[in-house]
């Protein structure tokens, strides 16, 4: 039977692991690990299965690639990472294209693709899926997605299910899948009801404050056959605005793959370090006690990371939705990812100025965020010409 996973219990197992020996390389939960296929005490890398789609994935694999440098992509496939993780949207299109340069020389058997886009309407939808396999120069993807869901309706919309599954039919994307980083609950219980969708790419790491809905929901879906890739396991990746606290990203992915319904993730790099440290994981999920401790579990301090609880919602005097802004704030002062920024605040719709003509602030965020100040900073970014902006 299936041990629940929720921070309580994880903290409770892991102060009695540290005592008693648990939080050993083999990871605290790892009894209860079903999923894991091969790993050992050297260096083989572990994987899991994704779900009903039966591919074998290692746990840790590359996400967007922050400075678009195709070295950083050769050397992950070359250390064994299988899946490769873009979007439509990301660096405007620039990123599928350098992901394109890099794959023509590999052999299409030896990878997996994965990318994701928007599009309300099916001509929306076939078009720039169209454009993404032109950039990536592939006759088919493995999994294709919808990008950024934030509900069940927009989940299961016939329109763009019907697109999808044609796409499907056609044998351009070998599966389907969904990306959620807001009410993720609701998104990844959707997907597994969908009967159309094979996975579901969800925000989760450590600082999650619904973390036990969300687990719930994974586990819902796991057992409906639906394989599960983490996002966002890095929350934020620095703790203050200023980067000079970074979190140790490390002990961050490994939080993560306790939980044994967590298939696989999609870390984006920078470095070729911050990619071999990620790849470690691979090899090892036991969280060491010091590891522990820097994840600052017992903590209010959630950095810059946004927790999407919603609480927020409904309390602006504009009605401006203000966690989607606090995630394109963190993609800019955490990650540097500024064109992913912008692109996120672009899709917003905002009028004006936000925040300019009102005072004082009605947002009470159950962080402590002072909403007005960071809108005002991160609102900037909407004036700032593209080609300045990267990642
Ligand atoms: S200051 Fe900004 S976030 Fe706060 S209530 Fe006004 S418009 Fe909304
Ligand atoms: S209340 Fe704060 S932490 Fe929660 S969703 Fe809103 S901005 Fe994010």
């Known amino acids: ?6 921070r309580r219990n994880f903290l409770k197992l892991s102060a ?12 605290p939960l790892r009894a209860a690990t079903p999923h894991v296929t091969s790993r050992t005490a050297g260096n083989e890398i572990i994987y899991r299965t994704l779900g009903k789609t039966g591919i074998k994935l290692p746990l840790v694999n590359l996400g967007f690639v922050r400075s678009d440098n195709p070295r950083i992509v050769n050397l992950a496939l070359d250390m064994g990472m299988t899946l490769i993780d873009t979007a439509h949207g990301y660096n405007n299109g620039r990123n599928e294209e350098m992901l394109g340069q890099v794959l023509r020389n590999r052999d299409r058997d030896s990878y997996y693709l994965a990318t994701r886009l928007r599009g309300n309407t099916e001509e929306q939808i076939m078009e720039a899926f169209d454009t993404s396999l032109g950039r990536l120069g592939l006759d088919y993807v493995d999994i294709l997605g ?28 070998r599966f389907l899948s ?44 796991a057992a409906a056959g639906t394989g599960i890739i983490a996002m966002k396991t890095m929350a934020g990746a620095y ?22 319904n967590i298939h696989s993730s999609i870390p984006g790099v920078e470095t070729f370090r911050e990619l071999e440290e990620n790849f470690e994981v691979n090899h090892n ?28 919602a409904g309390q602006c005097n504009s009605d401006l939705p203000v966690n989607d802004i606090m995630r394109s704030y963190m993609y800019a002062y955490g ?3 500024t064109a992913l920024a912008r692109e996120t605040m672009d899709t917003l719709e905002i009028d004006g100025d936000a925040c300019a003509k009102c005072h004082p602030c009605n947002v009470t965020c159950s962080q ?11 609102d900037r970014i909407r004036m700032v010409p593209r080609e300045f902006l990267t990642g």
């Open 1 to 6: 039977m299936q041990r629940s996973f929720d």
């Open 368 to 378: 402590g965020f002072n909403i007005a100040e960071k809108i005002r900073d991160i």
């Open 239 to 260: 703790w203050d605005r200023e980067r000079k606290d970074p979190i140790n990203v490390k002990a961050a992915l490994k939080y993560v793959f306790q939980n044994p």
């Open 146 to 173: 919808l990008h950024a869901s934030a509900s069940r309706e927009h989940t299961l919309d016939e329109t763009r299910l019907k697109a999808f599954s044609k796409i499907k039919e056609q044998g351009k994307a």
């Open 178 to 221: 969904v990306s959620t980083h807001s009410n993720e609950p609701e998104v990844i219980r959707a997907v597994a009801d969908s009967g159309v969708y094979d996975v579901v790419f969800t925000a989760y790491n450590f600082r999650m404050e619904h973390f036990n809905e969300i687990n719930e929901a994974i586990d819902y879906a």
């Open 16 to 27: 009695a692991g540290a005592a008693g020996g648990l939080l050993t390389s083999a990871g």
């Open 335 to 337: 990650y540097r990812r």
């Open 285 to 312: 999920i036991g969280l060491t006690p010091d590891e522990l401790r820097d994840l600052r579990l017992d903590q209010a301090d959630t950095g810059m990371f946004c927790l999407g609880c919603e609480k927020c």
